[in-house]
């Protein structure tokens, strides 16, 4: 369980934006969590917590067993994220050295990847 509570993030950088990252989010409190204990890992430039984070609306269609689509709304616009060719699922976890809520515990997340994306 994440400190910040469920949600979701967006955390894009994007010729249409100019290469600058983006951080789309319906929970400000989770994407400021994910900066801090996994994107200073990943990738530094969306650690910055002086980025904004846009307030945006999620939404998921499609199946998992084809192809998704991810919609992202906010006041800025809509972004559409569609995946397909998904391959099997599997459970990301990390020591509890490297990362760990305020209890110490681990928190695994359930992922899955996608050859291809638009």
């Not at 980025?51 to 945006?56: E, G, M, Q, T």
């Not at 067993?65 to 459970?91: K, N, Y």
Request: net charge neutral; hydrophobic share 40%; charged share 25%.
């Amino acid at each position: 369980m994440v400190p910040a509570g469920q949600g979701h993030a967006l955390f894009m950088e994007s010729p249409l934006t100019g290469k600058a990252p983006r951080i789309y989010a319906d929970n400000v409190g989770l994407a400021r969590f994910l900066q801090r204990t996994i994107e200073c890992l990943l990738h530094k430039p969306f650690a910055d917590e002086s980025l904004p984070v846009i307030d945006a609306q999620f939404e998921r269609t499609g199946s998992s067993l084809s192809t998704v689509e991810e919609r992202v709304v906010s006041d800025d616009g809509e972004l559409i994220l569609s995946f397909w060719d998904l391959m099997a699922p599997f459970v990301l976890t990390m020591p509890p050295a490297r990362w760990t809520d305020r209890s110490g515990s681990t928190a695994p997340s359930c992922r899955r990847a996608a050859r291809s994306s638009r």
